[in-house]
């Protein structure tokens, strides 16, 4: 599903392409999209606003209007943003369209119709995302604060950064990239990590997922931006997806695991278990 750095794109097209733009006609086509009210009462509150700009927190998509309401998007496994033209009309799995300043549409569609939608008031907003930890790429997020989140859990590294109340925005693809780029094993009890390694952590978060963003996302199959392209940082990726390939930092294999019930890619060699990982591990066997 979008993570961090798809619905970071997603949003920075939205504010390119369709900022200032005035809704003036919008349909729900999947009645399963809207939460928080009837697909009447939504396309009521939608029509004719302007949509004054495009927002992200965490993996939400957030999409602001000159009536001071928001309509906050979860862009599930298969969520796509489609603005037509210059993409063509989708025909499939479509859960709502905005007919914008005349000719142009701006489509929501999601082959597993999983994604969901509610329009808010900022104070609902606030609410409603009040349990979201710190953005990833804000003040908010510095070692000091991950290390004092989380160092006392005996919790599995993964979930906790898995958990969007610790840091918003991260998902499967990006806590498995940086888990390996700080040498940690993802079934690690975060009480066990080192000074070094909380640092270590804390710059791979934060670094794949600017990676992720200069690359505009990972495209494994359903993820497009809003003029229909792929992402491509799954050029650039090093565990995720890549079981059975040689690992790039030892000569050994990458491996898919669960933990946590999720899907986890890891090299054994590299993000030892007991804690000792790579050169530490040669060193001390
Ligand atoms: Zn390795």
Same mark, same amino acid.
Do not use: C, Q, Y
């Given at each position: 599903m979008p993570e961090l750095p798809e619905v970071e794109t997603i949003k920075e097209d939205l504010n390119e392409l369709?900022?200032?733009? %005035?809704?003036e006609r919008d349909q729900v @086509?999947?009645? /399963? @999209?809207?939460? #928080?009210?009837?697909p009447a009462e939504f396309t009521s509150k939608l029509k004719g606003c302007r949509i004054v700009g495009a927002r992200r927190r965490g993996k939400n998509l957030v999409l602001d209007l000159d009536s001071e309401d928001s309509v906050v998007v979860q862009? %599930?496994?298969g969520g796509q943003f489609l603005l037509v033209p210059p993409v063509q009309t989708p025909t499939t799995s479509l859960m709502l369209v905005l007919s914008l300043d005349g000719v142009r549409r701006l489509y929501l569609r999601d082959e597993t119709g999983f994604t969901r939608a509610r329009i808010l008031s900022a104070e609902e907003f606030e609410v409603w995302t009040g349990t979201l930890g710190p953005e *990833? &790429? !804000?003040? !908010? &997020?510095s070692v000091e604060y991950l290390r004092g989140k989380l160092s006392s859990r005996r919790a599995q590294i993964k979930s906790l950064v898995l958990d969007q109340s610790v840091v918003a925005g991260v998902g499967n693809i990006y806590a498995d990239e940086a888990l390996f780029e700080a040498r940690i094993? *993802?079934?690690? %009890?975060? #009480? /066990? @990590? /080192?000074m070094e390694e909380w640092d270590a952590l804390h710059g791979a978060i934060v670094g794949n997922l600017r990676s992720g963003v200069e690359h505009r996302g990972t495209t494994f199959s359903l993820y497009r931006d809003v003029l229909g392209r792929e992402g491509s940082h799954q050029e650039h990726l090093k565990v995720f997806m890549r079981e059975g390939e040689a690992c790039l930092g030892c000569d050994g294999e990458i491996v898919k695991e669960k933990v946590g019930g999720r899907a986890t890619f890891v090299c054994p060699a590299c993000q030892s278990e007991d804690g000792f990982g790579g050169e530490q591990a040669l060193l001390f066997g």
């Open positions: 369709v900022a200032r733009a %005035k809704i @086509l999947d009645d /399963s @999209l809207v939460e #928080n009210a009837t862009l %599930k496994i *990833p &790429f !804000g003040e !908010g &997020f094993h *993802p079934r690690r %009890k975060a #009480n /066990s @990590l /080192s």
